[in-house]
């Protein structure tokens, strides 16, 4: 049993918990498996249904980038250019469900270089000061991702971002995707999800995160 979290996961949650509000009681970091559940992954069977015919075809599916928790206020013009700066030009289809508290898009590139841009570079566009998600459009991952994968997060400020949650659980494996749950105005709830590739990462997270021994 580890006694000690690694010194750069400890720092950065130290660092993360001070950004709370000072009025705000620090809760204990936890971390739980979810077994079967498949919540976290980035594109629900609603938003499926409606992105572009077609877009199931492998080449597609790799050169489409899906872009969550878009703040209401963003134009279609504006989100276009924003990823034209940080990537490259795209087809682009902005969603706006009238009873959700946030848009979503989906951005076709025609090179797969620029897809990668905008998932690995950039990964938390910054729009109107509020951190979204840049996600890849693939089915066959989100068939190949294993549901053990997924663990659950808890005990987190009311800052924290989905960037922050990721960049607190990337080192213990690849990160499919990091979820805040958060509410209107992009405030977090205080808890989260993590999807990794690999269920032996959710597992290594879990142990040395909930370990008491470990903070």
């Given at each position: 049993?580890?006694?000690?979290?690694?010194?750069?996961?400890?720092?950065?949650?130290?660092?993360?918990?001070?950004?709370?509000?000072?009025?705000?009681?620090?809760?204990?970091?936890?971390?739980?498996?979810?077994?079967?559940?498949?919540?976290?992954f980035q594109?629900?069977?609603?938003?499926?249904?409606?992105?572009?015919?077609?877009?199931?075809?492998?080449?597609?599916?790799?050169?489409?980038v899906f872009?969550?928790?878009?703040?209401?206020?963003?134009?279609?013009?504006?989100?276009?250019?924003?990823?034209?700066?940080?990537?490259?030009?795209?087809?682009?289809?902005?969603?706006?469900?009238?009873?959700?508290?946030?848009?979503?898009?989906?951005?076709?590139?025609?090179?797969?270089?620029?897809?990668?841009?905008?998932?690995?570079?950039?990964?938390?566009?910054?729009?109107?000061?509020?951190?979204?998600?840049?996600?890849?459009?693939?089915?066959?991952?989100?068939?190949?991702?294993?549901?053990?994968?997924?663990?659950?997060?808890?005990?987190?400020?009311?800052?924290w971002t989905?960037?922050?949650?990721?960049?607190?659980?990337?080192?213990?494996?690849?990160?499919?995707?990091?979820?805040?749950?958060?509410?209107?105005?992009?405030?977090?709830?205080?808890?989260?999800?993590?999807?990794?590739?690999?269920?032996?990462?959710?597992?290594?997270?879990?142990?040395?995160?909930?370990?008491?021994?470990?903070?």
């Amino acid at each position: 049993m580890l006694t000690q979290l690694p010194q750069s996961f400890s720092s950065l949650l130290s660092t993360l918990k001070s950004q709370q509000q000072p009025s705000a009681a620090p809760n204990p970091l936890n971390a739980f498996p979810l077994g079967s559940q498949r919540g976290n992954f980035q594109i629900s069977s609603s938003q499926q249904a409606q992105s572009n015919q077609g877009g199931g075809q492998q080449n597609q599916a790799l050169q489409t980038v899906f872009i969550g928790d878009l703040p209401k206020d963003v134009s279609m013009v504006e989100l276009y250019e924003y990823i034209k700066s940080v990537a490259g030009e795209c087809d682009l289809v902005l969603k706006r469900p009238q009873m959700k508290y946030f848009y979503y898009a989906f951005a076709r590139f025609q090179d797969i270089l620029d897809a990668r841009k905008l998932l690995d570079e950039v990964k938390f566009p910054e729009l109107h000061g509020k951190t979204c998600r840049a996600l890849p459009y693939d089915k066959d991952l989100l068939r190949s991702v294993q549901a053990e994968g997924n663990i659950f997060v808890k005990g987190f400020g009311d800052k924290w971002t989905h960037k922050d949650l990721h960049e607190a659980f990337k080192e213990f494996g690849e990160v499919v995707s990091a979820r805040v749950s958060i509410e209107e105005g992009h405030k977090s709830r205080g808890f989260g999800y993590i999807q990794y590739r690999k269920p032996e990462s959710a597992q290594q997270a879990v142990e040395k995160v909930s370990d008491p021994c470990a903070r």
